[in-house]
């Protein structure tokens, strides 16, 4: 009988085992700082690394500057993606940054948007007259010396000699998406935004793309903050795998990481 006993108390724990596998990993909470351009991409990023890895993923999203100046205060954040190295730069250089984990992630372009589906094509140049076609009307841009997109945009209208007339008609917004929501509610007849925001918006329409040239390269690069624990590096490495890349792509970026 012990004999039995102890075979039948073995099968049940074989059993038990198979029914109630054990413990996995306790799921953690990660703290992502992403550019506002990234709102749609990052959705559909932060939903499969959820169910990927079941740990926790907060998102805040917002212009690249006001994310950097937070980190710099000592927000808590794990990783950073901007859309611009500038700040990247500046955090790495007040070593904020977890050493080797930066990596340029994605590639942009940058368009001219009119308000309403279908609008007329435009060729961009310097013979394009863009204060005539403004009116009475803005030029809605993200923060021409702050935020990314308006940096880059401001860089293109002085490389083609049209910033001088369009200066005093710019609506500066906080970040790119506030920058394209004038454009999408009609506050503003046209703006510059990145060609993912304009695939983003049914009520805008992209007229033209800025010459490559006409601008810095539109780089986003992400790393992890020094000091950060837990998930931050399986989510850089969740950034450069297929799952993210598709996501990223689906959206109309380039991903440049391995």
Same mark, same amino acid.
């Given at each position: 009988m012990p004999v039995r006993r102890a075979l039948?108390?073995?099968?049940?724990?074989?059993?038990?085992?198979?029914?109630?596998?054990?413990?996995?990993a306790k799921a953690e909470r990660l703290t992502v700082f992403a550019a506002a351009s990234l709102t749609d991409a990052m959705a559909a990023v932060?939903?499969?690394?959820?169910?990927?890895?079941g740990h926790e993923v907060a998102v805040s999203l917002a212009g690249s500057?006001?994310?950097?100046?937070?980190?710099?205060?000592?927000?808590?954040? %794990?990783?950073?993606?901007?859309?611009?190295?500038?700040?990247?730069? +500046?955090? +790495?250089?007040?070593? &904020?940054?977890?050493?080797?984990?930066?990596? %340029?992630?994605?590639?942009?372009?940058?368009?001219?948007?009119?308000h309403g589906p279908g609008a007329a094509p435009v060729e961009i140049g310097p013979g394009l007259d863009l204060a005539a076609r403004l009116g009475e009307g803005r030029l809605a841009m993200a923060l021409v010396e702050a935020v990314p997109a308006g940096i880059y945009g401001k860089a293109a209208l002085e490389r083609l000699g049209l910033?001088?007339?369009?200066?005093? &008609?710019?609506?500066?917004? %906080?970040?790119?998406r506030a920058a394209l929501a004038l454009v999408a509610t009609g506050a503003a007849p046209y703006g510059i935004v990145y060609a993912t925001d304009a695939r983003a918006e049914d009520d805008v329409t992209a007229i033209a793309?800025?010459?490559?040239?006409?601008h810095p390269p539109i780089?986003?690069?992400?790393?992890?903050?020094?000091?950060? +624990?837990?998930?931050?590096?399986?989510?850089? %490495?969740?950034?450069?795998?297929? +799952?993210? &890349?598709?996501?990223?792509?689906a959206e109309g970026f380039a991903v440049v990481a391995d």
């Open positions: 039948a108390a073995a099968a049940a724990a074989v059993l038990f085992a198979a029914a109630f596998p054990a413990t996995p932060e939903a499969g690394f959820e169910a990927a890895t500057s006001a994310l950097a100046r937070q980190i710099e205060a000592g927000a808590p954040a %794990d990783v950073f993606i901007s859309a611009n190295p500038g700040w990247m730069d +500046e955090l +790495e250089a007040a070593g &904020r940054l977890a050493p080797g984990t930066r990596v %340029d992630l994605l590639r942009n372009a940058l368009v001219l948007i009119a910033w001088e007339d369009v200066a005093p &008609r710019v609506a500066q917004a %906080d970040n790119v793309t800025f010459p490559a040239e006409t780089l986003y690069p992400a790393a992890a903050i020094a000091g950060a +624990e837990g998930p931050a590096a399986a989510f850089l %490495d969740y950034l450069a795998g297929p +799952e993210a &890349r598709a996501a990223f792509e």
